[in-house]
C-alpha cells in the first residue's frame, strides 16, 4: 500500500504520512483538500443511531493546514543523507564499475575520504559495490586511478521526497514531485 503525499499550506510538498498519519489529519479537520487522482476509503464502526457506518476518503496528496518551512525549499537547504535515497539516486548502480546491486550488497562511498576532510554530504558520496568501495579504501577516484560515472548532485526536497518513497510512488504523486525538479535533474531521465 502506497503512502499519502503531504503539502503544506502553500502546496509544497513536506513528508510522506502513513494511512493512520492521514486518517488522524483528516478526522481532525487539518486537511484543505483531498489532491491526486487515487483515492483510499477506510471505514469504521456503525452509528447505532442512524445505522450508517463512518467512512473517512483519504486522496494520494493531502493539502494540510501545515505552516510553510520556507528553509525546506530555498536552494541552500541541504535533504538528510541516507543511504536509501543515495542508492536511488544512483539507481542501485555502482559509481565506479557500473554494474546494478540490491540496497544489501551496497556501500556509501565518500568521493573524498573522510580522513582526507571529505565531508558526509550529498555531493562527495556515491553508491559503491561492497567490492569496489574496498579496493578504493582510502582514496580519491584519481589516485585508484578510476572515474565516477556520474558526479554527485544534492537533490532538492521534492526529488528527496521522491527518492525516499521511489518504489511505492503512485503516478499522480510522481507527476506532482516531477513538476519541481530542476530543469537538468538527472531524476526527470530515469
Same mark, same amino acid.
Given at each position: 500500500?502506497?503512502?499519502?503525499?503531504?503539502?503544506?499550506?502553500?502546496?509544497?510538498?513536506?513528508?510522506?504520512?502513513?494511512?493512520?498519519?492521514?486518517?488522524?489529519?483528516?478526522?481532525?479537520?487539518?486537511?484543505?483538500?483531498?489532491?491526486?487522482? @487515487?483515492?483510499?476509503?477506510?471505514?469504521?464502526?456503525? &452509528? /447505532? %443511531? *442512524?445505522?450508517? =457506518?463512518?467512512?473517512? $476518503?483519504?486522496?494520494?496528496?493531502?493539502?494540510?493546514?501545515?505552516?510553510?518551512?520556507?528553509?525546506?525549499? @530555498?536552494?541552500?537547504?541541504?535533504?538528510?543523507?541516507? &543511504? /536509501? %535515497? *543515495?542508492?536511488? =539516486?544512483?539507481?542501485? $548502480?555502482?559509481?565506479?564499475?557500473?554494474?546494478?546491486?540490491?540496497?544489501?550488497?551496497?556501500?556509501?562511498?565518500?568521493?573524498?575520504?573522510?580522513?582526507?576532510?571529505?565531508?558526509?554530504?550529498?555531493?562527495?558520496?556515491?553508491?559503491?559495490?561492497?567490492?569496489?568501495?574496498?579496493?578504493?579504501?582510502?582514496?580519491?577516484?584519481?589516485?585508484?586511478?578510476?572515474?565516477?560515472?556520474?558526479?554527485?548532485?544534492?537533490?532538492?526536497?521534492?526529488?528527496?521526497?521522491?527518492?525516499?518513497?521511489?518504489?511505492?510512488?503512485?503516478?499522480?504523486?510522481?507527476?506532482?514531485?516531477?513538476?519541481?525538479?530542476?530543469?537538468?535533474?538527472?531524476?526527470?531521465?530515469?
Amino acid at each position: 500500500m502506497y503512502r499519502i503525499l503531504q503539502l503544506d499550506k502553500a502546496g509544497n510538498p513536506t513528508a510522506w504520512l502513513t494511512r493512520r498519519q492521514a486518517i488522524i489529519l483528516t478526522a481532525s479537520d487539518r486537511i484543505i483538500a483531498n489532491l491526486g487522482q @487515487s483515492e483510499m476509503v477506510f471505514r469504521g464502526g456503525y &452509528n /447505532r %443511531a *442512524l445505522g450508517k =457506518r463512518s467512512e473517512i $476518503v483519504v486522496g494520494s496528496i493531502l493539502l494540510t493546514r501545515q505552516r510553510v518551512d520556507k528553509r525546506r525549499h @530555498s536552494k541552500h537547504f541541504e535533504p538528510p543523507l541516507t &543511504n /536509501r %535515497a *543515495l542508492f536511488a =539516486r544512483d539507481g542501485q $548502480v555502482c559509481m565506479y564499475c557500473g554494474e546494478s546491486f540490491a540496497d544489501s550488497q551496497l556501500t556509501r562511498d565518500h568521493v573524498i575520504p573522510l580522513s582526507k576532510a571529505g565531508p558526509d554530504t550529498w555531493s562527495n558520496c556515491v553508491t559503491a559495490c561492497a567490492r569496489c568501495n574496498h579496493s578504493k579504501g582510502n582514496h580519491t577516484p584519481e589516485e585508484w586511478g578510476r572515474l565516477l560515472l556520474a558526479v554527485p548532485f544534492k537533490p532538492n526536497w521534492s526529488e528527496f521526497l521522491y527518492l525516499k518513497n521511489h518504489r511505492q510512488i503512485v503516478a499522480d504523486q510522481q507527476q506532482f514531485l516531477q513538476v519541481r525538479f530542476p530543469d537538468n535533474s538527472r531524476l526527470l531521465l530515469s
